[in-house]
């Protein structure tokens, strides 16, 4: 067991990653970096708030709803020693604690991270919910590669004149709330970003994750460019299930940004249109009584969303939101209440 932990552990460092574009993880690792400079070991406080009002068009029903109210503190206790914590207030409503680590700097270049995070896994699963183009999250980001987890992650940066950033780690796969399971087997995540030219980026990431008996392996690749006023972005997510337990999923988001500058209240005002498709998937933990086998927990649909954005500030600080969804279920396929057409709007406030 201790030998293939090593193995494991080798080849997702020769294999994983660090951060995708702009996440909040890189926002850290500048506040870390700046502080060791600074020796200012005065804790940092952040926060996201997004209200949002959804109007279902085939029920004709419409609902609030406080999306998020996250609060994270980040510092430092030493040189070479940095912490965060974050808490979401009403995550729809419901209390949930995010991240919880510590991380260490023991050389140029490396991390070390231990506790609650979000593990190294895709482009857009990976951003936090300040930093996310549409109200919605796409469906790689929110049914089919969305992973948080307890463990152990180390990252580092080649020190190579080609942007290369790697990270890989180990975790528990039992979830935020049962952290009291000891497991034979541990769960495993890496990714590996890479900046071929200024402002094109390319990601690669591999996942394997056993809730329960049933192991799940996801392969994804994904890439965008920035020039002018486009952000392009395009990902792609293959996910496999041991012992042919369940069909194969396949996964795509693919979406454009166009920001055109504004001079007068807001500062910029943004087009989006995205494309995103999942094909049907079981979380490997929920079975059928009758076959004894895997259910489908999320059916097949593609989805096609249209919006506009208003932002007070260049960055993503105070976002008002206009989106429409369209969804497309083949016959067979369950559709449920909140996977169905409808309007959103929402307004987003980061602290």
Same mark, same amino acid.
Request: proline fraction near 3%; aromatic fraction near 12%.
């Given at each position: 067991?201790?030998?293939?932990?090593?193995l494991?552990?080798?080849?997702?460092?020769?294999?994983?990653?660090?951060?995708?574009?702009? #996440?909040?993880?890189?926002?850290?690792?500048?506040?870390?970096?700046?502080?060791?400079?600074?020796?200012?070991?005065? +804790?940092?406080?952040?926060?996201? $708030?997004?209200?949002?009002?959804?109007?279902?068009?085939?029920?004709?029903?419409?609902?609030?709803?406080?999306?998020?109210?996250?609060?994270?503190?980040?510092?430092?206790?030493? +040189?070479?020693?940095a912490?965060?914590?974050?808490?979401?207030?009403?995550?729809?409503?419901?209390?949930?604690?995010?991240d919880?680590?510590?991380?260490?700097?023991?050389?140029?270049?490396?991390?070390v991270?231990?506790?609650?995070?979000?593990? +190294?896994?895709t482009?857009?699963?990976?951003?936090? *919910?300040?930093?996310?183009y549409?109200?919605?999250?796409?469906? %790689?980001?929110?049914?089919?590669?969305?992973?948080? #987890?307890?463990?152990?992650?180390?990252?580092?940066k080649?020190?190579?004149?080609? +942007?290369?950033?790697?990270?890989?780690?180990?975790?528990?796969? @039992?979830?935020?709330?049962?952290?009291?399971v =000891?497991?034979?087997?541990?769960?495993?995540?890496?990714?590996a970003?890479?900046? *071929?030219?200024?402002g =094109?980026?390319?990601?690669?990431?591999?996942?394997? %994750?056993?809730?329960?008996?049933? =192991?799940m392996?996801?392969?994804d690749?994904?890439?965008?460019?920035?020039?002018?006023?486009?952000h %392009?972005e395009?990902?792609? $997510?293959?996910?496999q299930? @041991? #012992?042919n337990?369940?069909?194969?999923?396949?996964?795509?988001?693919?979406?454009?940004?166009?920001?055109?500058?504004?001079?007068?209240?807001?500062?910029k005002?943004?087009? $989006?249109?995205?494309?995103?498709?999942?094909?049907?998937?079981?979380?490997?933990?929920t079975?059928?009584?009758?076959?004894?086998r895997?259910? %489908?927990?999320?059916?097949?649909?593609?989805?096609?969303?249209?919006?506009?954005?208003?932002?007070?500030s260049?960055?993503?600080?105070?976002?008002?939101?206009?989106?429409?969804?369209?969804?497309?279920? *083949?016959?067979?396929?369950?559709a449920?209440?909140?996977?169905?057409d409808?309007?959103?709007?929402? $307004?987003?406030?980061r602290?």
């Amino acid at each position: 067991m201790k030998k293939s932990l090593l193995l494991v552990l080798a080849a997702l460092l020769s294999a994983g990653s660090l951060y995708a574009q702009k #996440d909040d993880e890189a926002e850290d690792q500048k506040v870390d970096k700046a502080r060791l400079e600074k020796k200012d070991y005065l +804790p940092k406080i952040n926060g996201t $708030l997004r209200a949002k009002y959804e109007y279902q068009t085939e029920m004709g029903a419409g609902r609030f709803e406080m999306r998020n109210a996250r609060v994270s503190i980040t510092g430092n206790v030493l +040189p070479i020693v940095a912490y965060k914590a974050e808490v979401d207030l009403s995550d729809e409503g419901q209390i949930k604690m995010l991240d919880a680590y510590a991380r260490i700097f023991p050389l140029k270049g490396l991390t070390v991270t231990a506790g609650q995070m979000r593990v +190294p896994f895709t482009i857009d699963a990976h951003r936090s *919910p300040h930093q996310q183009y549409f109200a919605n999250r796409s469906f %790689i980001a929110k049914q089919v590669g969305n992973v948080r #987890d307890v463990g152990l992650t180390l990252g580092y940066k080649l020190p190579t004149s080609l +942007p290369l950033t790697l990270e890989a780690g180990l975790y528990n796969g @039992s979830g935020l709330t049962n952290q009291k399971v =000891w497991h034979k087997e541990v769960n495993y995540s890496a990714k590996a970003v890479l900046y *071929p030219v200024k402002g =094109w980026n390319v990601t690669l990431s591999v996942q394997g %994750i056993q809730p329960e008996e049933v =192991w799940m392996r996801s392969y994804d690749i994904g890439t965008y460019v920035e020039f002018g006023r486009f952000h %392009i972005e395009g990902e792609y $997510l293959y996910k496999q299930y @041991s #012992d042919n337990a369940f069909k194969d999923v396949h996964a795509v988001d693919a979406f454009v940004n166009y920001d055109l500058p504004l001079r007068k209240a807001f500062s910029k005002i943004s087009f $989006l249109a995205r494309y995103d498709m999942m094909t049907d998937q079981s979380d490997a933990k929920t079975y059928d009584e009758e076959t004894g086998r895997l259910s %489908i927990t999320d059916y097949k649909r593609h989805r096609v969303t249209g919006g506009i954005t208003l932002s007070l500030s260049k960055a993503f600080r105070t976002d008002l939101r206009l989106n429409y969804e369209k969804y497309f279920y *083949p016959e067979g396929s369950i559709a449920k209440e909140s996977e169905q057409d409808k309007i959103v709007l929402e $307004l987003m406030v980061r602290f």
